[in-house]
Antibody
Framework: EPQLVESGGGLVQPGGSLRLSCAAS????????MTWVRQAPGKGLEWVSIIAAGGGRTYYADSVKGRFTISRDNSKNTLYLEMNSLRVDDTALYYC??????????WGQGTLVTVSS | QSALTQPRSVSGSPGQSVTISCTGTSSDVGGYDYVSWYQHHPGKAPKVMIY???KRPAGVPDRFSGSKSGNTASLTVSGLQAEDEADYYC??????????FGGGTKLTVL
C-alpha cells in the first residue's frame, strides 16, 4: 500500500531555512509527480509546489517562488522541500502527496513548520 | 492564484442531503474539468472523494457526487451519516502547472 511520511519540520526564526523530507514506499516513486501542499493554522489548504516524475520540471505557487525549492532523489524514494527566507506566514502543516492535486494520493500525515521569533 | 470560494459551513441531519459549492473563475474551475474534492478529518491526511469534476475513486460511497456549471463546482453528499462530518476542500487546476484550493467548508451532521 502506498505510504508517505514527512519529516523535518520544526521551529525556525524568520529569515531562517528548513528542509522537509517525504519518504515514499509501496509504489514506484520514480513514475509519479509529487506535490507539496500546506495548511496554515485555522486556514484552508494551499498548493505549494509540484515536481515531475523525473525531477526535471518544477513549479511553484507565487507565494513561495524564489524562496522554496522542490527536489527529489528517486534512488532514495524521497521528496524534499528546501525552504529559505522563511516568513511568519509560512507557518503551516506541510503535506506531501503522490501525483498531482486531484490524483488519488495518498497524502502523508504532515510535518509542522513554525516560523517565529 | 486566489483561493476558490466555499461556504464556511453547512449542516444537515442524518439521511438528508447537503451541497457544498466552490466558485472560481474562467481561469480555473470554469476553464478545466479538473476539479477535485477532499475530505479532511482533523489530524488525518486529506482524502480525495471526487476527481475530474464528477469521478469517484474506488471505495468512496456513491452518496458522494460532484458536478460543475460554469465557474462553480458542487459536491453533494446524500444520505448524510455521522462519519461524513469533516472539512471539505475543493481544488482546481488553474493552468500553467498550478492549482488552487478552496477555503474549506465544515460539514456538520446534526
Amino acid at each position: 500500500e502506498p505510504q508517505l511520511v514527512e519529516s523535518g519540520g520544526g521551529l525556525v526564526q524568520p529569515g531562517g531555512s528548513l528542509r522537509l523530507s517525504c519518504a515514499a514506499s509501496g509504489f514506484t516513486f520514480s513514475s509519479f509527480a509529487m506535490t507539496w501542499v500546506r495548511q496554515a493554522p485555522g486556514k484552508g489548504l494551499e498548493w505549494v509546489s509540484i515536481i515531475a516524475a523525473g525531477g526535471g520540471r518544477t513549479y511553484y505557487a507565487d507565494s513561495v517562488k524564489g524562496r522554496f525549492t522542490i527536489s527529489r532523489d528517486n534512488s532514495k524514494n524521497t521528496l524534499y522541500l528546501e525552504m529559505n527566507s522563511l516568513r511568519v506566514d509560512d507557518t503551516a502543516l506541510y503535506y506531501c502527496s503522490k501525483g498531482e492535486p486531484g490524483d488519488l494520493g495518498p497524502w502523508g500525515q504532515g510535518t509542522l513548520v513554525t516560523v517565529s521569533s | 492564484q486566489s483561493a476558490l470560494t466555499q461556504p464556511r459551513s453547512v449542516s444537515g441531519s442524518p439521511g438528508q442531503s447537503v451541497t457544498i459549492s466552490c466558485t472560481g473563475t474562467s481561469s480555473d474551475v470554469g476553464g478545466y474539468d479538473y476539479v477535485s474534492w477532499y475530505q479532511h478529518h482533523p489530524g488525518k491526511a486529506p482524502k480525495v472523494m471526487i476527481y475530474d469534476v464528477s469521478k469517484r475513486p474506488a471505495g468512496v460511497p456513491d452518496r458522494f457526487s460532484g458536478s460543475k456549471s460554469g465557474n462553480t463546482a458542487s459536491l453533494t453528499v446524500s444520505g448524510l451519516q455521522a462519519e461524513d462530518e469533516a472539512d471539505y476542500y475543493c481544488c482546481s487546476y488553474a493552468g500553467s502547472h498550478s492549482w488552487v484550493f478552496g477555503g474549506g467548508t465544515k460539514l456538520t451532521v446534526l
